[in-house]
């Protein structure tokens, strides 16, 4: 579980298929992701990851064909800048909101505009998303936990950017077009399919 508050940015230094997954290493600062430890899990653009390898200078991890078909990890390579964020404390402050890192789908930017020092971003979500998503309720895009700010038909939404979070997260670096990770909310999706099956009656033995 995770809060969608981005500890750090990295950068994919490698990225390889091996027998039928997607190997990555990721490259941070030192110190940026203290006490991560091989098998701990770690959020890569909201995605949930195991670091299957440790260095002082980052980490490595396998996406399997699931993982691939769900999000934007396929097309990571040399270059690309990822959010990450570790598994969140029981007991700690939770200043995001619940995040799974279990992306419901791949979503695209359409637009970006600056209103008075605001960034103001237009993406296309997973209809499944927008259809259990509400204005000022919670969103994950590439992890990062943000407040809807409005709905749109054609399954679009529009969330706004504080400068911190545009500048110490990846969402600075995407053009119109360019896809990335949606994570609906959680408490929605589970109000929303027991509102689905609200009729339903439950013969337990």
């Known amino acids: 579980m995770f809060t969608g508050i981005i500890e750090a940015v990295g950068r994919v230094v490698d990225a390889q ?22 098998g701990a899990s770690v959020s890569v653009d909201g995605a949930c990851f195991t670091a299957a ?55 695209h930017l359409r637009t970006i505009r600056h209103v008075e020092g605001t ?22 895009l590439n992890g990062v936990s943000l407040t809807v700010n409005g709905l749109a038909a054609e399954s679009r939404v529009e969330v706004a950017l504080i400068p911190h979070t545009w500048e110490a997260t990846n969402l600075r670096f995407l053009s119109p077009g360019d896809p990335l990770n949606v994570e609906g909310d959680l408490i929605g999706k589970y109000v929303a399919k027991l509102l689905r099956h609200k009729d339903n009656r439950y013969e337990g033995g």
């Open 17 to 38: 298929d091996r027998s039928g997954v997607r190997w990555f290493r990721v490259e941070l600062a030192p110190g940026l992701l203290n006490g991560l430890a091989t």
């Open 53 to 107: 390898e440790v260095y002082p200078d980052g980490f490595a991890a396998e996406a399997v064909s699931t993982t691939l078909t769900r999000t934007i990890a396929g097309g990571y390579q040399e270059g690309s800048r990822v959010n990450l964020e570790r598994a969140a404390v029981v007991g700690g402050r939770l200043d995001g909101h619940l995040v799974q890192g279990h992306i419901d789908g791949v979503g």
């Open 119 to 140: 960034r103001l971003l237009e993406v296309s979500v997973p209809p499944i998303v927008h259809e259990h998503t509400i204005p000022r309720g919670s969103l994950a």
